[in-house]
């Protein structure tokens, strides 16, 4: 262990192959000389080698007979023009990108979200890109726990077994703060809390699948997490701040599911991604250009790249024979190859881990297993 290096980095780097071991030292090592240098892209660039050089959704491999469900996924391409939201240029939604590849390599794919219209729209542009797709639209609102499991109970009438859940829907928030019926913060409601009871709900499912993983989709901004002291953002809230206290806490669910499952047998793989900076609809529709979030990320038009390329790392994690369950994957260069990202929730020691599942548990009444 480094000087440098936390508990649990430490544990991790443990967990890992020696090859991905000495990748992850050289990572935590970049990520600690990027804070000082205050040039964490340049420190990353020249340290974290890609796992999958030149990776593409085309060589994902066949996915005929996986039954995939994807939270969000209904954002279709739309063009943002100029003076809208820096920078112009064609948005669309992660979870749609991830949505569209896999039903292109022939997965039963399960498109959940709040909005029928939008749904709809996405499940037809994707059969109009490719006509064999099987792929549909199932309500779901994860502001909400009795839509979860009313959603939950639909999908266990339905099918038997879940092969791919990505947890990939998400807010970055509102202007002001609000609260769900619940009195819960909605990021904090919807990214964490209401995503930790679809994935207890569909438990049983997935582990009736077929090689089954779980992705959670984390973000850059879990950095600014210093601590989970205010977990719904009731003394100090701004979006940004929501966002990234929900974002470290998903990151670090992630990480104690992972050691569940293992732990319990339960045989699924489950990693963390985040997609980099992309054009998705996530500020504009959010909290907007105005907000604290908006501001800093609109400050480098430079770094977004095409959702195509944000998604890559969620379709390697999900798909690729070569993934590591526990780990944490994004874009690792400007080519957005994919690689295991520096940590983004250096706050997750295991302590924390399981104050974090007590809270959990308690907010939606369920546990894991
Ligand atoms: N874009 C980036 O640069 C970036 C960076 C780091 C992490 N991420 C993560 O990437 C993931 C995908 O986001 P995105 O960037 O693609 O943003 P997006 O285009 O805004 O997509 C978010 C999706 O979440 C859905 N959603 C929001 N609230 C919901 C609710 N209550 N119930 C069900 N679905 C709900 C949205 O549906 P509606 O259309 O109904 O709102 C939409 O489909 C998120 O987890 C985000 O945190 C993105």
Request: aromatic content about 6%; cysteine-free; charged content about 15%.
């Given at each position: 262990m480094?000087?440098?290096?936390?508990?649990?980095?430490?544990?991790?780097?443990?967990?890992?192959?020696?090859?991905?071991?000495r990748r992850f030292l050289a990572l935590s090592g970049a990520a600690s000389l990027a804070a000082v240098v205050g040039s964490r892209v340049e420190a990353q660039q020249a340290a974290i080698p890609s796992v999958a050089p030149g990776w593409s959704a085309a060589d994902i491999p066949s996915q005929v007979g996986r039954t995939v469900v994807i939270t969000g996924g209904n954002g279709v391409p739309q063009t943002i023009p100029e003076g809208t939201f820096p920078p112009a240029g064609v948005y669309s939604g992660l979870g749609y990108q991830d949505a569209r590849a896999l039903a292109a390599k022939g997965a039963t794919v399960i498109i959940a979200s709040r909005n029928a219209a939008k749904g709809g729209e996405a499940v037809a542009l994707i059969k109009a890109e490719h006509p064999s797709a099987n792929i549909r639209f199932e309500q779901l609102d994860l502001a909400e726990l009795a839509s979860v499991k009313a959603f939950s109970d639909r999908i266990?009438?339905?099918?038997?077994?879940?092969?791919?859940l990505i947890n990939n829907a998400a807010t970055a928030g509102t202007p002001d703060r609000r609260v769900n019926g619940n009195g819960h913060e909605l990021c904090w409601a919807i990214n964490m809390v209401?995503?930790?009871?679809?994935?207890?709900?569909?438990?049983?499912?997935?582990?009736?699948?077929?090689?089954?993983?779980?992705?959670f989709l984390s973000s850059g901004a879990a950095r600014r997490a210093t601590a989970f002291d205010d977990l719904q953002t009731e003394k100090d809230y701004t979006p940004l701040k929501a966002y990234a206290v929900s974002k470290a806490a998903l990151l670090v669910m992630t990480r104690d599911l992972n050691r569940?499952?293992?732990?319990?047998?339960?045989?699924?793989?489950?990693?963390?991604?985040?997609?980099?900076?992309?054009?998705?609809?996530?500020?504009p529709s959010g909290p907007g250009p105005d907000s604290d979030f908006g501001r800093s990320i609109a400050s480098h038009p430079e770094r977004f790249r095409p959702a195509e390329l944000g998604a890559l790392s969620t379709?390697?994690?999900?798909?690729?024979?070569?993934?590591?369950?526990?780990?944490?994957y994004g874009p690792v260069n400007e080519q957005y190859e994919v690689g295991v990202s520096e940590d983004h929730a250096t706050i997750g020691t295991p302590e924390v881990a399981a104050q974090l599942y007590e809270e959990l548990s308690k907010a939606t009444g369920q546990g894991m297993g």
């Open positions: 480094t000087d440098t290096m936390n508990i649990h980095e430490a544990t991790l780097a443990e967990a890992l192959s020696p090859i991905d071991r266990q009438s339905q099918v038997d077994r879940i092969d791919l209401g995503h930790f009871s679809l994935t207890a709900h569909l438990l049983p499912l997935l582990r009736n699948g077929s090689s089954p993983r779980i992705v569940r499952s293992a732990e319990a047998g339960w045989g699924i793989h489950i990693t963390a991604t985040h997609p980099g900076t992309a054009k998705t609809f996530l500020i379709l390697y994690a999900a798909t690729h024979p070569a993934a590591q369950a526990g780990l944490y």
